[in-house]
């Protein structure tokens, strides 16, 4: 499955290299068939089934888990926060941690640190999308690296979504900052796998 988001430049550098078989020959339709083979693949979406425990929190990246911390936040207040840092190679599509309401959005420019530098969350650009579940408010934090260059959130303050739904991505790679709710404790350690939507990274206490 193709992320929306990736539609558009696969189709783009498809179409182009049709035209090349057409006109140009040989090498341009190579090259730019190869393009489209890259977006593709950097753009794929693979389904993803969540655990059968209904009240597990899953993670909401692909990737490695490089930090588990304490930190606070207005919406949140006092929280643990487990880091998830995205590489070029991992897929890009954020996941919904767990069922709830939107109930928070702020974007916040900054720097392009790398996502694994521990000042990244704190400096780097950043969205916010805060929650309210039946286990209380979580918040999922998309910080961008120095490769990244586009956060996406396709969501708004009032949309109800599922666990393991799809919120957004972040591009060429960077780090998702996963805020849980009191009574909610990391079910992963420093250095873990982790899959968007899938792999179970909180549960309650």
């Known amino acids: 499955m193709l992320a929306p988001e990736g539609r ?31 977006l593709a ?3 794929r979406d693979p389904e993803r089934t969540a655990p059968g425990d209904a009240e597990a929190w899953v993670s909401p990246a692909d990737g490695r888990v490089t930090e588990i911390r304490t930190s606070e936040h207005s919406f949140m207040g006092e929280s643990t926060v487990v880091g998830v ?11 919904m941690p767990f069922d709830g309401t939107v ?13 694994f530098n521990p000042k990244a969350s704190l400096e780097n650009e950043r ?3 805060g929650f309210e579940t039946r286990h209380g408010r979580g918040m999922t934090v998309q910080v961008a690296g120095f ?10 303050k009032g949309d109800e ?9 972040i591009k060429l790679g960077s780090k998702v900052d996963l805020y849980l709710p009191e009574g909610v404790s990391p079910a992963v350690t420093a250095g873990a796998k982790v ?3 899938k792999t179970v990274i909180g549960v309650r206490k």
């Open 8 to 38: 558009r430049p696969v189709l783009l550098f498809a179409a182009a290299a049709v035209l090349a078989a057409l006109t140009l020959g040989a090498l341009a339709t190579c090259l730019l068939g190869a393009a489209a083979a890259f």
């Open 41 to 43: 693949w950097f753009f």
């Open 85 to 95: 840092f995205m590489s070029p190679l991992d897929v890009h599509v954020n996941r």
């Open 103 to 115: 109930a928070f959005m702020e974007y916040v420019p900054g720097k392009k640190l790398m996502a």
């Open 127 to 129: 969205f916010y999308m």
């Open 147 to 156: 490769l990244a260059r586009r956060i996406t959130c396709s969501r708004k």
């Open 161 to 169: 979504l599922s666990r393991g739904e799809r919120f957004g991505m």
């Open 195 to 197: 899959k968007a939507g």
